[in-house]
Protein backbone atom coordinates (compact mmCIF):
# COMPACT_ATOMS: atom_id res chain seq x y z
CA UNK A 1 0.00 0.00 0.00
CA UNK A 2 0.90 3.77 -0.59
CA UNK A 3 2.71 5.53 1.67
CA UNK A 4 3.86 8.96 2.29
CA UNK A 5 5.56 10.58 5.22
CA UNK A 6 6.79 14.51 5.69
CA UNK A 7 10.18 15.23 6.67
CA UNK A 8 11.93 18.75 7.76
CA UNK A 9 12.05 21.63 9.93
CA UNK A 10 9.60 22.53 11.76
CA UNK A 11 10.69 25.72 12.36
CA UNK A 12 11.68 28.42 9.72
CA UNK A 13 13.38 32.00 10.50
CA UNK A 14 11.54 34.86 7.81
CA UNK A 15 13.42 35.50 4.54
CA UNK A 16 14.92 31.97 4.83
CA UNK A 17 14.08 29.08 2.61
CA UNK A 18 11.41 26.29 3.59
CA UNK A 19 12.40 22.59 2.88
CA UNK A 20 10.46 19.69 2.96
CA UNK A 21 10.53 16.14 2.05
CA UNK A 22 8.15 13.12 1.67
CA UNK A 23 9.07 9.60 1.63
CA UNK A 24 7.11 7.16 -0.77
CA UNK A 25 6.95 3.67 0.27
CA UNK A 26 4.50 1.07 -1.84
CA UNK A 27 4.71 2.85 -5.21
CA UNK A 28 7.67 3.25 -7.69
CA UNK A 29 7.73 6.78 -9.29
CA UNK A 30 8.95 5.48 -12.57
CA UNK A 31 5.20 3.79 -12.57
CA UNK A 32 3.40 7.25 -13.39
CA UNK A 33 1.49 9.30 -11.39
CA UNK A 34 2.54 13.23 -10.17
CA UNK A 35 3.54 14.08 -6.66
CA UNK A 36 2.33 17.07 -5.06
CA UNK A 37 2.48 19.33 -2.22
CA UNK A 38 -0.56 21.48 -0.58
CA UNK A 39 -0.99 23.32 2.16
CA UNK A 40 -3.18 24.26 5.07
CA UNK A 41 -2.82 27.49 6.76
CA UNK A 42 -4.04 28.45 10.22
CA UNK A 43 -8.19 28.62 9.87
CA UNK A 44 -8.15 28.40 6.08
CA UNK A 45 -8.68 25.90 3.63
CA UNK A 46 -6.19 23.94 1.18
CA UNK A 47 -3.81 25.21 -1.18
CA UNK A 48 -2.30 23.33 -3.93
CA UNK A 49 1.96 24.26 -4.08
CA UNK A 50 2.62 22.18 -7.30
CA UNK A 51 3.06 18.53 -8.48
CA UNK A 52 6.01 17.42 -10.20
CA UNK A 53 5.42 13.94 -13.01
CA UNK A 54 8.21 10.98 -12.41
CA UNK A 55 9.96 12.45 -15.87
CA UNK A 56 10.66 15.80 -13.76
CA UNK A 57 7.77 17.73 -15.23
CA UNK A 58 6.65 20.82 -12.97
CA UNK A 59 3.70 22.40 -12.28
CA UNK A 60 3.38 25.31 -9.49
CA UNK A 61 0.50 27.82 -8.13
CA UNK A 62 1.50 30.97 -10.09
CA UNK A 63 1.17 32.73 -6.24
CA UNK A 64 3.91 30.95 -5.06
CA UNK A 65 5.90 30.11 -8.48
CA UNK A 66 8.53 32.55 -8.31
CA UNK A 67 9.71 31.16 -4.73
CA UNK A 68 8.57 27.34 -5.23
CA UNK A 69 10.59 24.43 -6.56
CA UNK A 70 9.61 20.82 -6.53
CA UNK A 71 12.39 17.98 -6.96
CA UNK A 72 12.29 14.46 -7.47
CA UNK A 73 14.86 12.23 -6.19
CA UNK A 74 14.32 8.58 -7.72
CA UNK A 75 17.13 6.42 -6.27
CA UNK A 76 15.51 7.33 -2.39
CA UNK A 77 11.99 7.06 -3.98
CA UNK A 78 11.52 10.84 -2.56
CA UNK A 79 10.52 14.29 -3.74
CA UNK A 80 10.81 17.67 -1.97
CA UNK A 81 9.86 21.50 -1.83
CA UNK A 82 11.86 24.39 -1.21
CA UNK A 83 9.76 27.80 -0.92
CA UNK A 84 12.30 30.68 -0.38
CA UNK A 85 11.72 33.80 1.10
CA UNK A 86 9.43 32.52 3.65
CA UNK A 87 7.27 34.72 5.58
CA UNK A 88 4.42 34.29 8.30
CA UNK A 89 1.89 33.67 5.42
CA UNK A 90 3.45 30.77 4.47
CA UNK A 91 3.31 29.29 8.44
CA UNK A 92 1.23 26.17 7.94
CA UNK A 93 0.41 22.47 7.91
CA UNK A 94 2.26 20.94 4.32
CA UNK A 95 0.77 17.67 3.25
CA UNK A 96 2.61 15.67 0.27
CA UNK A 97 0.34 13.60 -1.66
CA UNK A 98 -0.20 11.32 -4.97
CA UNK A 99 -1.72 13.05 -7.79
CA UNK A 100 -4.14 11.74 -10.54
CA UNK A 101 -5.27 13.37 -13.46
CA UNK A 102 -3.67 16.78 -12.45
CA UNK A 103 -4.16 18.93 -15.45
CA UNK A 104 -7.87 17.55 -16.17
CA UNK A 105 -9.22 17.44 -12.93
CA UNK A 106 -6.64 16.29 -9.86
CA UNK A 107 -7.50 13.84 -7.31
CA UNK A 108 -4.71 13.88 -4.26
CA UNK A 109 -5.53 9.56 -3.15
CA UNK A 110 -2.92 9.32 -1.06
CA UNK A 111 -1.73 11.90 1.77
CA UNK A 112 0.92 12.02 4.26
CA UNK A 113 0.05 12.50 7.44
CA UNK A 114 0.80 16.29 7.49
CA UNK A 115 3.92 18.40 8.69
CA UNK A 116 3.81 21.60 10.63
CA UNK A 117 5.81 24.47 10.02
CA UNK A 118 6.23 27.92 11.81
CA UNK A 119 7.66 31.18 11.03
CA UNK A 120 9.79 33.22 13.53
CA UNK A 121 12.56 34.51 14.41
CA UNK B 1 -10.93 34.31 -1.68
CA UNK B 2 -11.16 30.32 -2.98
CA UNK B 3 -11.67 29.82 -7.19
CA UNK B 4 -14.50 27.56 -6.25
CA UNK B 5 -17.27 28.72 -3.86
CA UNK B 6 -18.42 26.33 -1.51
CA UNK B 7 -20.84 27.10 1.73
CA UNK B 8 -19.11 28.11 4.89
CA UNK B 9 -21.36 25.39 6.69
CA UNK B 10 -24.10 22.97 6.47
CA UNK B 11 -25.88 20.72 9.02
CA UNK B 12 -28.44 17.91 8.95
CA UNK B 13 -29.87 15.43 11.92
CA UNK B 14 -28.43 11.78 12.01
CA UNK B 15 -29.73 9.74 9.15
CA UNK B 16 -30.57 12.08 7.00
CA UNK B 17 -29.32 13.69 3.59
CA UNK B 18 -27.03 16.28 2.66
CA UNK B 19 -25.98 18.02 0.12
CA UNK B 20 -22.89 20.57 -0.55
CA UNK B 21 -22.12 22.52 -3.49
CA UNK B 22 -19.08 24.01 -4.89
CA UNK B 23 -19.56 26.44 -7.96
CA UNK B 24 -16.28 27.04 -10.22
CA UNK B 25 -16.60 28.70 -13.74
CA UNK B 26 -15.78 27.33 -17.51
CA UNK B 27 -12.01 27.55 -16.70
CA UNK B 28 -11.76 25.05 -13.84
CA UNK B 29 -15.48 23.12 -13.15
CA UNK B 30 -16.87 23.72 -16.56
CA UNK B 31 -13.71 21.70 -18.25
CA UNK B 32 -12.31 19.55 -16.01
CA UNK B 33 -12.52 16.30 -13.21
CA UNK B 34 -13.63 17.15 -9.74
CA UNK B 35 -12.48 15.41 -6.72
CA UNK B 36 -13.97 15.53 -2.52
CA UNK B 37 -12.46 15.18 0.29
CA UNK B 38 -13.13 14.79 3.94
CA UNK B 39 -11.03 16.21 6.13
CA UNK B 40 -11.28 15.72 10.06
CA UNK B 41 -9.06 17.66 12.31
CA UNK B 42 -5.70 15.82 13.33
CA UNK B 43 -5.87 13.49 10.08
CA UNK B 44 -4.82 13.81 6.33
CA UNK B 45 -7.51 14.61 3.86
CA UNK B 46 -9.68 11.56 2.74
CA UNK B 47 -10.42 11.18 -1.24
CA UNK B 48 -13.85 10.41 -1.54
CA UNK B 49 -14.94 11.48 -4.94
CA UNK B 50 -12.90 11.67 -7.95
CA UNK B 51 -13.61 12.42 -11.42
CA UNK B 52 -16.73 13.97 -10.58
CA UNK B 53 -18.86 10.88 -9.69
CA UNK B 54 -16.25 7.70 -9.14
CA UNK B 55 -15.49 6.55 -5.45
CA UNK B 56 -12.30 5.14 -4.47
CA UNK B 57 -11.81 1.40 -2.85
CA UNK B 58 -13.25 1.52 0.48
CA UNK B 59 -15.68 4.62 0.05
CA UNK B 60 -19.23 3.83 0.93
CA UNK B 61 -21.93 4.16 -1.36
CA UNK B 62 -23.74 7.28 0.99
CA UNK B 63 -21.25 9.14 -0.83
CA UNK B 64 -21.97 10.69 -3.90
CA UNK B 65 -21.23 13.04 -6.47
CA UNK B 66 -22.49 15.03 -9.37
CA UNK B 67 -21.59 18.11 -11.80
CA UNK B 68 -23.48 20.37 -13.86
CA UNK B 69 -22.19 22.38 -15.89
CA UNK B 70 -19.93 24.66 -13.83
CA UNK B 71 -20.96 23.47 -10.28
CA UNK B 72 -20.45 20.24 -8.48
CA UNK B 73 -22.33 18.35 -5.93
CA UNK B 74 -21.56 16.00 -3.03
CA UNK B 75 -23.99 13.88 -1.67
CA UNK B 76 -24.23 12.03 1.87
CA UNK B 77 -27.05 10.28 2.66
CA UNK B 78 -27.77 8.46 6.20
CA UNK B 79 -25.62 11.19 7.89
CA UNK B 80 -23.55 9.46 11.04
CA UNK B 81 -21.96 11.80 13.87
CA UNK B 82 -18.70 10.37 11.98
CA UNK B 83 -19.40 12.41 8.88
CA UNK B 84 -19.05 15.67 11.22
CA UNK B 85 -15.84 17.06 9.43
CA UNK B 86 -15.01 19.57 6.58
CA UNK B 87 -15.46 19.00 3.07
CA UNK B 88 -13.35 20.33 0.09
CA UNK B 89 -13.85 20.19 -3.17
CA UNK B 90 -11.21 20.36 -5.92
CA UNK B 91 -10.46 20.54 -9.62
CA UNK B 92 -7.90 22.04 -12.50
CA UNK B 93 -7.88 25.73 -13.97
CA UNK B 94 -7.03 25.72 -17.21
CA UNK B 95 -6.75 29.50 -17.76
CA UNK B 96 -4.39 29.51 -13.81
CA UNK B 97 -2.95 26.23 -14.81
CA UNK B 98 -3.15 25.48 -10.87
CA UNK B 99 -4.45 23.08 -9.00
CA UNK B 100 -7.53 25.01 -6.98
CA UNK B 101 -9.88 23.89 -3.98
CA UNK B 102 -12.88 25.10 -2.41
CA UNK B 103 -12.64 26.98 0.55
CA UNK B 104 -14.52 24.42 2.91
CA UNK B 105 -17.13 23.49 4.14
CA UNK B 106 -18.20 22.61 7.62
CA UNK B 107 -20.93 19.63 8.25
CA UNK B 108 -22.29 19.45 11.30
CA UNK B 109 -24.52 16.25 12.27
CA UNK B 110 -27.11 17.73 14.49
Known amino acids: QVQLQESGPGLVKPSETLSLTCAVS?????????WGWIRQTPGKGLEWIGS???????YYNPSLKRRVTISLDTSKNQFSLKLNSVTAADAALYYC??????????????WGQGTLVTVSS | QSVLTQPPSVSAPPGQKVTISCAGS????????VSWYQHLPGTAPKLLIY???KRPSGIPDRFSGSKSGTSATLGITGLQTGDEADYYC???????????FGGGTKLTVL
Open chain 1, 52 to 58: IYHSGNT
Open chain 2, 26 to 33: SSNIGNNY
Open chain 1, 26 to 34: GYSFSSGYY
Open chain 1, 97 to 110: ARVGNLVVGPFFDH
Open chain 2, 90 to 100: GTWDTSLSAGV
Open chain 2, 51 to 53: ENN
